[in-house]
C-alpha cells in the first residue's frame, strides 16, 4: 500500500493553513522576522509542496527592531468568488501588534499590499458562509481568564473592513489555557470551530465546540482534545501537536494539516513541522487520525504518526522520503570537540590550537548535489527583518553571491547583511566556498548557525589582531558570545567552511585547500527552541560584518550546499 512519510515539509513552517482551488492545494506558513514572508506553497496530492511565493515579497510591516520569534504570525489563506484572502498578524513582544489582509487573483501573485483591519489578538481566520458573508475570527485574551477568547467579526469584502458586532464565540475546553488559531468549518448545517489549546508546546491540542447558528452560542465538544500528543511518551519522535486546518479533497476527504515537532531527547532545533492527518467525519464532528483510534478513552487519543498508509486518500504513489537530493559520499569524521561554555563576551585571545584531521585530500569543489545558485536566489532563501538589498547579490561574475559587510552583526535586531535557509533535517552537511579578505579583527565573512539573535554560532573568515588570516569559530549562547577555536588560513585564498550535523551536535571545520581542520562541536540543544526559547527553527546562513566599524569589506560565496546526510 503505498504510504507518505511526515512531516510533509521539514523544518521550520510553523501554523500551517491550506485551503483548495480545484485539485490544487495552497498553504501557507508563519515566516516569523524574515524577509520576505509567508512562504506560499502548491500542491496536488498535499504530500508534494513547491513553493511558489512569498504572499509578503516586498517591505511594508516593520520588522526592524524585532526578535526573530516576533513578526509574521500564523496566517490564514482561503479563496472566494475567484480571490486569494490571507489574513495574518504581525506581532511584538509576543502580542498581536497587527492584525491585516491580503488579497490576489492567482497565487503567484501579485498580493496586495497589506489592508490594516481593526482586530485585537492574534490568530485570524476567515469563514465564507453560504449566504456569501464573511466571517473573522481570532484569539484575544479573556477579561478574567487571561488567555484565551475566541472571537468573531463579520468582514466587508468590498471594504475590507470589519463592520458589525464582536461575537465572542468560546473561551476554550480549559476555560484560561491558551484557546487560539480558530477555524470555522460548516458541514451537515453545523458550525464546528476547531482551535488549538495547551500552548504550541508539549500540552499542545486540537479542541472544538460547535453551534447551529454562524455567531453562536457555541458549546464545547466533549471529545475535546480531538488530537494531542500531550498524553504519548516523551520519547517518542512526533510532540507538541496541534493547529490544524482542514481541507476536502476532490473526492470528498478530509485531511488537516498540523503543526508538530520532532524533539531528541527533549529538545528539538527544526522548528515546528507540518504534518498530514487523516480526518474523517463522525455524527459528533471531525476525527482526526481514525486509524489509531479516533475515540477519547485514555490511552486510545488519537495520535498521528511518521508513516501513514494512504488508502484513497492523497494519491501518493510510492514512499516518499523526508530527505530530498542524492546522497553524498561519507566524509572524514571529525577529529576534536570542543564543549560549549557560557563565557565573556568574545575577545581576541590565544587560539585553540585546532586540529588537522586525517585527511589531506582537497575537499570535491565539483559535484553540483544540493548546491545553490544565487542567480536568482531561491525561495528558500531569506534575510532578517527586512531585505537586505544590493548589500548580499549575485556576483557580476555569474556565479556566487557578493556580500558587502554590514555595521550589524547578527547579535542585532537590526537588517545583518545576512542570508539564510532552514535547517529541514536533523543530519546534514553544508558547506560554502568563500573569499573573503579582512583588513580589521572586526570584519568577518563566513557561514552560520541561525537559532536567534542571542542563540547561533559563527565559522567566520577574519584577521587576527597582527592581520593574519584566521577562521574563528564563535558560539552565542543566551546573549554571551564565546570564540571556541581559530585556524590559520592561506590569506586571499577561497577557503572552504563546513558544518556537519546530527543527533548530538554540529561539527564545523575548514579548509585552505591543503587539509581540513577541525575546530569544534557545538551540542545540539544549544540550538533547540527549548533553550533559545521562541517559536522558530534553526537556519543556515551566510553572512558578513564589520561589527558596528565602518568598512568597505567584501566577501564572495562562491557556491554554498546544503545535503540531507540521512
Ligand atoms: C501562533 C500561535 C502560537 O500565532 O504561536 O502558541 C504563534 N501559539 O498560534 C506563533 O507561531
Not at 509567508?38 to 526578535?67: A, C, E, K, N, Y
Not at 568574545?346 to 586540529?355: D, F, Q, Y
Not at 548557525?449 to 592581520?467: I, P
Not at 549562547?477 to 564565546?482: N, Q
Request: a negative charge.
Amino acid at each position: 500500500m503505498p504510504t507518505f512519510r511526515n512531516p510533509v515539509l521539514p523544518g521550520c513552517h510553523p501554523d500551517p493553513s491550506v485551503c483548495r482551488v480545484g485539485e490544487d492545494f495552497y498553504l501557507v506558513t508563519s515566516s516569523f522576522a524574515y524577509h520576505p514572508g509567508i512562504p506560499l506553497f502548491h500542491s496536488r496530492d498535499l504530500v508534494r509542496w513547491t513553493q511558489l511565493t512569498h504572499v509578503l515579497d516586498r517591505p511594508g510591516l516593520p520588522l526592524d527592531g524585532l526578535d526573530t520569534s516576533d513578526g509574521i504570525w500564523a496566517p490564514t489563506i482561503r479563496h472566494h468568488d475567484g480571490t486569494f484572502y490571507v489574513v495574518s498578524t504581525l506581532a511584538r513582544n509576543r502580542r498581536g501588534e497587527l492584525t491585516f489582509v491580503v488579497t490576489a487573483d492567482d497565487p503567484a501573485g501579485p498580493w496586495s499590499d497589506p489592508v490594516p483591519l481593526e482586530a485585537e489578538g492574534i490568530d485570524p481566520s476567515l469563514f465564507f458562509d453560504d449566504d456569501g458573508r464573511c466571517w473573522l475570527t481570532a484569539c484575544r485574551d479573556a477579561p478574567e481568564d487571561g488567555p484565551g477568547e475566541l472571537w468573531m467579526r463579520e468582514l466587508d469584502l468590498d471594504r475590507l473592513k470589519l463592520v458589525g458586532p464582536t461575537h465572542v464565540l468560546w473561551r476554550g475546553a480549559v476555560r484560561g489555557a491558551w484557546v487560539e488559531a480558530p477555524h470555522l468549518y460548516k458541514r451537515d448545517g453545523v458550525y464546528h470551530l476547531i482551535a488549538a489549546e495547551g500552548g504550541t508546546e508539549s500540552n499542545h491540542s486540537v479542541t472544538a465546540a460547535r453551534a447551529g447558528a454562524v455567531t453562536g452560542p457555541y458549546v464545547t465538544d466533549p471529545r475535546s482534545p480531538l488530537l494531542t500528543h500531550r498524553h504519548r511518551d516523551p520519547g517518542e519522535p512526533i510532540q507538541n501537536v496541534g493547529h490544524v486546518d482542514l481541507v476536502d479533497t476532490p473526492d470528498g476527504e478530509t485531511w488537516a494539516v498540523a503543526l508538530g515537532v520532532r524533539p531528541i531527547e527533549g529538545t528539538h532545533t527544526l522548528g515546528r513541522e507540518v504534518f498530514l492527518v487523516p480526518v474523517t467525519w463522525s455524527a459528533r464532528g471531525p476525527v482526526f487520525a481514525p486509524e489509531s483510534g479516533g475515540v477519547r478513552l485514555s490511552e486510545r487519543l488519537p495520535s498521528i504518526a511518521s508513516e501513514h498508509p494512504v488508502s484513497s486518500g492523497p494519491p501518493v504513489t510510492s514512499e516518499l522520503p523526508i530527505s530530498s537530493g542524492p546522497p553524498i559520499a561519507p566524509e572524514p569524521a571529525l577529529a576534536s570537540e570542543l564543549p560549549v561554555a557560557s563565557g565573556p563576551p568574545v575577545a581576541p585571545g590565544p587560539p585553540i590550537t585546532p586540529e588537522p584531521s586525517n585527511t589531506s585530500e582537497w575537499p570535491d569543489d565539483s559535484g553540483t548535489a544540493g548546491r545553490t545558485s544565487f542567480d536568482p536566489p531561491g525561495l528558500e532563501w531569506h534575510s532578517l527583518r527586512g531585505p537586505v538589498g544590493d548589500r548580499v547579490r549575485p556576483s557580476s561574475s555569474g556565479t556566487g553571491l557578493t556580500i558587502d559587510l554590514g555595521p550589524e552583526p547578527l547579535s542585532s535586531t537590526g537588517v545583518p547583511s545576512f542570508v539564510a535557509r532552514r535547517q529541514q533535517h536533523v543530519r546534514f552537511h553544508a558547506r560554502a566556498r568563500i573569499a573573503f579578505a579582512a583588513t580589521h579583527p572586526s570584519e568577518e565573512a563566513g557561514l552560520a548557525v541561525f537559532q536567534n539573535q542571542d542563540h547561533h554560532a559563527t565559522l567566520a573568515l577574519t584577521v587576527d589582531a597582527d592581520g593574519r588570516p584566521q577562521v574563528v569559530l564563535t558560539v552565542r549562547e543566551a546573549g554571551t558570545s564565546t570564540r571556541l577555536a581559530s585556524a590559520p588560513v592561506t590569506g586571499g585564498e577561497a577557503v572552504l567552511l563546513a558544518v556537519e550535523a546530527d543527533e548530538t551536535g554540529y561539527a564545523f571545520r575548514c579548509s585552505d585547500g591543503t587539509q581540513w581542520i577541525s575546530l569544534g562541536t557545538i551540542e545540539r540543544s544549544l540550538f533547540s527552541s527549548e533553550r533559545a526559547g521562541g517559536f522558530v527553527g534553526v537556519r543556515l546562513g551566510l553572512y558578513g560584518t564589520s561589527n558596528g566599524r565602518p568598512s568597505e569589506g567584501r566577501a564572495h560565496v562562491h557556491w554554498f550546499d546544503y545535503d540531507p546526510a540521512c
